[in-house]
Structure formats: structure tokens, C-alpha cells
């Protein structure tokens, strides 16, 4: 459901495969009876209203049911544990002039990178 890299990928106003997410999280908060049923069908069938609110636009995140919103959150601090720092450690690194300094140019583009990334999963925190 994921795909080959195993991630979902979130901008600042959308998940950007949100096909994949929809799909992974509408699976993952099944109860059994309904997985039965999916895998029976081979998945859903087409249904344009519910293709319409597959849009997975912020607003669209902070309306997901409780079960979804549960499991996108738990993920998002797992995802979060991950990094070595926190949001606030790179936070005071970029607002450290000297000490950002001292840093070569790749850690300073990685710096940002982390910091933009970090930012991104404390608003679909927020969100959800």
C-alpha cells in the first residue's frame, strides 16, 4: 500500500500521496469484519463521492475520524523519535549565528532540511 519506499510524503498544505495514505489508513483502522470484505472485493469499487474526499488537503487531516487521526498521530511522534534532535535543538542552532557558522555547507543544508521536515510533522501534529 506504501509502496517502495515505505513513506508517505506531506507538504506544508496537502499529502502529497495522499492515494496511498487514504488508502493505508482506511485499511489499518478496518475491524475485521471489514478487511474480510475488502480483500473479498479487491478493494473498494469506484466511488466518486468518496474519491472526491480523498483529498488530503490539511483541513481534510484535521476532519479524519478518531481511529485514523490516532494512528496518523502515534506515527508522526514515531517518525519524530527518530531524529537524533528536536524541533527546538535545530531551532537554536539555525538562531545561533556562531555556531551555525561552524558548520560546513552540507550540515547547514542538512540543518535546514530537518528543520523544514521536523516542522512539517509538528503541524500535522496540530492537525490531527
Not at 519524530?80 to 549565528?97: I, P, R, T, V
Request: overall charge negative.
Amino acid at each position: 500500500m506504501v509502496g517502495e519506499e515505505g513513506a508517505f510524503v506531506l507538504g506544508w498544505h496537502e499529502v502529497l500521496t495522499e492515494e496511498e495514505l487514504s488508502v493505508t489508513l482506511k485499511v489499518l483502522c478496518m475491524s475485521e469484519e471489514e478487511f474480510k470484505e475488502y480483500k473479498e472485493q479487491d478493494g473498494w469499487e469506484d466511488d466518486s463521492e468518496e474519491e472526491e474526499n480523498s483529498t488530503l488537503s490539511n483541513e481534510a487531516l484535521s476532519r479524519l475520524k478518531a481511529p485514523c487521526k490516532k494512528l496518523l498521530y502515534d506515527s508522526v511522534l514515531l517518525t519524530l523519535e527518530s531524529y537524533g534532535s528536536d524541533l527546538k535543538a535545530e531551532q537554536d542552532l539555525l538562531n545561533n549565528k556562531e555556531a551555525y557558522e561552524k558548520l560546513s555547507r552540507r550540515e547547514q543544508q542538512a540543518l535546514h532540511v530537518r528543520y523544514g521536515q521536523k516542522r512539517i510533522l509538528h503541524q500535522l501534529l496540530e492537525l490531527v
